[in-house]
């Protein structure tokens, strides 16, 4: 069996998840609070792929082979100015509580407005969470008050408390578990999700975070992951070629 095929097959099939990681990142790079895709590769024994090579001679996979996976780097973003009083940043750990057509989500993107009924909602609709699961923060329209919001999410207009924005954070283990639901929001996965320290982290009004990737640097990641792609590609070919060599050569042995 020619290890070096196998190994260098694995790295192709890598190097294309990562390019499809790539894409996904630029293609949300400008999304505000966007937290972008991470592909690591690390090397694995061959034996512990056991329920595809069940059936096989585990004498015959004392290799090793590069395995990929996958994370969500949540680096906090650079926050951004916008002049709008609804625009909000989460500056530390944390998300925003929402509630989505389908139960609760989370999310660090901030550009929030005021719908016709007066529903301080996301850009998609649905309405924020406050703390204690209470009511919708509701702004009056018909007040030319500004819309304020401290550092700990309190909501008010003209001096009237609306209520206070839901913010949660998770453990570092459990971080790891939750499930991006889209380039914005993210699934809990049944995971208590944790109140915020106010020591760790504040609300910025007027401000969004921006993404933690730029379109510069995926596009240099993207030419590393063509660059492994032919270093494997070429590895594939070189071992063909010898295998082609080796069997005709014993093909020519009498």
Do not use: W
């Not at 096989?56 to 082979?65: D, I, P, Q, V």
């Not at 139960?103 to 703390?131: I, M, N, Q």
């Amino acid at each position: 069996m020619n290890v070096s095929l196998y190994q260098a097959a694995a790295a192709l099939e890598g190097s294309m998840q990562r390019q499809d990681v790539i894409a996904e990142n630029l293609a949300a790079a400008s999304i505000p609070g966007f937290k972008r895709n991470r592909v690591g590769f690390n090397s694995v024994n061959a034996e512990m792929f056991n329920r595809a090579l069940d059936q096989a001679n585990k004498t015959e996979l004392r290799f090793m082979l590069p395995r990929v996976t996958g994370y969500i780097d949540f680096q906090q973003g650079t926050l951004m100015p916008t002049g709008d009083n609804k625009n909000v940043s989460i500056d530390g750990p944390g998300f925003f509580g929402i509630n989505g057509p389908n139960g609760t989500v989370y999310t660090r993107d901030g550009s929030f407005h005021v719908a016709s009924s007066g529903t301080l909602v996301t850009k998609e609709g649905y309405p924020l969470r406050t703390a204690g699961g209470g009511a919708n923060i509701v702004i009056d329209t018909n007040d030319s008050n500004p819309v304020t919001i401290d550092r700990d999410g309190n909501v008010s207009q003209g001096g009237t408390p609306l209520g206070q924005l839901e913010l949660v954070q998770f453990s570092p283990e459990d971080l790891k578990n939750i499930k991006r639901l889209n380039a914005g929001y993210y699934s809990s996965e049944g995971v208590t999700p944790l109140p915020v320290s106010p020591q760790e982290t504040r609300v910025a009004q007027g401000f969004l975070e921006g993404s933690n990737t730029t379109p510069t640097h995926e596009m240099g990641e993207l030419m590393s992951t063509l660059r492994h792609f032919e270093a494997n590609q070429k590895i594939m070919k070189i071992q063909d070629e010898t295998l082609g060599k080796m069997i005709q050569q014993l093909g020519n042995t009498q």
